[in-house]
T-cell receptor
């Protein structure tokens, strides 16, 4: 069964350092999502791509976060500089399209700890 | 402002009994609802969904009920099994955007 791949699974960094997360969606899925999940809360959408284009980044802290999906396949989420409050699980998901009522399939996530 | 709410952080049920997980929403434009299950150290996995044109959807032991007038949905698991112990998230979206809003989750513990 096809899965969304993410790496690394765990990342520990010091504040003010740069970190990057990678996601490879299910083959053929045009839409890719990055979520942040803080402990005790549900996932919150950071950015949504349709192919290589950003279609929603309204919740992305653009002063320190950036995301790209250059060839419309895999994607990278970067944080620079990292802050203590960025400690969370970062989840990637993909769906066939962004039309209504498409199920999103999640990867295992990257757990980030900022010291 | 949280548009999807799960007011019960945890639920404990005996094996073989029914588990009922609840979810409330505030946005009347939501027209697609899903439940995800999440085990520790894993990403959420899709469980079941329902469109706003229906009030019930069933898949094996899992049934989701939607009450649009009350802006409420629930997930019923019958019979509950120890392997169902996980955190359950409800999510909602508005058609044509596929942007999901998640609740904060309910941790279900099914006791043998």
């Amino acid at each position: 069964e096809a899965e969304v791949a993410q790496s690394p699974r765990y990342k520990i960094t010091e504040k003010s350092q740069a970190v990057a997360f990678w996601c490879d969606p299910i083959s053929g899925h045009a839409t890719l999502y990055w979520y942040r999940q803080i402990l005790g809360q549900g996932p919150e959408l950071l950015v949504q791509f349709q192919d290589e284009s950003v279609v929603d980044d309204s919740q992305l802290p653009k002063d320190r976060f950036s995301a790209e999906r250059l060839k419309g396949v895999d994607s990278t989420l970067k944080i620079q500089p990292a802050e203590l409050g960025d400690s969370a699980m970062y989840l990637c998901a993909s769906s066939l399209s962004r039309s209504g009522q498409e199920t999103q399939y999640f990867g295992p996530g990257t757990r980030l700890l900022v010291l | 402002d949280q548009q999807v709410k799960q007011n019960s952080p945890s639920l404990s049920v005996q094996e073989g009994r029914i588990s009922i997980l609840n979810c409330d929403y505030t946005n009347s434009m939501f027209d697609y609802f899903l439940w995800y299950k999440k085990y520790p150290a894993e990403g959420p996995t899709f469980l079941i969904s329902i469109s706003s044109i229906k009030d019930k959807n069933e898949d094996g032991r899992f049934t989701v009920f939607l009450n649009k007038s009350a802006k409420h949905l629930s997930l019923h698991i019958v019979p509950s099994q120890p392997g169902d112990s996980a955190v359950y998230f409800c999510a909602a979206s508005v058609d044509n955007f596929n942007k999901f809003y998640f609740g904060s989750g309910t941790k279900l513990n099914v006791k043998p």
